[in-house]
């Protein structure tokens, strides 16, 4: 690789990183005019998976409480997303056509399994952050996110994070 391409992709990320601060300085100013909508991630727990909330991204962290084949967590996030946007395009309706996507941890020893990776999530309280075994997660607006978040605490402990990170959607 010549030079002229590394400048370019250094470029190129530069770029990318001004355009994601503008993006996220939008939602810095304007978060605290946002208004929490009730959204109980417990309430989606079946065949063995649940949900938490995952810091300092924006997305909704999947668990399983033990292996799995790959095609229950699909299934799974599927049901999950057909039912978020039902149950949120009934107290808003700017989820409708609820904007996220589905990641599902694979590894090339185990490709029909769930595949567990130690992430960041909230704790039960909001009030702290934990390592958890995650199989999957779904990943959405960052202003979405905080609207969904379910208190104050867990709003607070996220959007702290959120200020400190320099995250890029990349997929």
Known sequence: MGDAYVNSVC??????????NVYKQKLVTTATNLQSISFNVNAYEKNGFGLVWMTPDARIGVYSQKPQKLRLLYDF????????????LSKDK?????G??????????NQAHTTPRASEVLNETGTDVKTTELVGYIQMDDQQYYWLLPDENHRQTWFNDFKRH??????
């Not at 190129?12 to 990183?17: F, G, I, V």
């Not at 700017?94 to 609820?98: A, C, G, K, T, Y």
């Not at 996220?100 to 020893?109: D, G, I, T, W």
Request: hydrophobic share 35%; aromatic share 16%; proline share 0%.
């Open 77 to 88: 996030m599927v049901d999950v997303k057909e039912q978020m946007e039902k149950d949120l």
């Open 11 to 20: 470029t190129k990320y530069q770029k990318t990183l001004q355009k994601y």
């Open 94 to 98: 700017s989820f409708r056509n609820f």
């Open 166 to 171: 320099d995250f890029i959607v990349t997929t």
């Open 100 to 109: 996220c996507h589905f990641c599902l941890f694979v590894s090339a020893e």
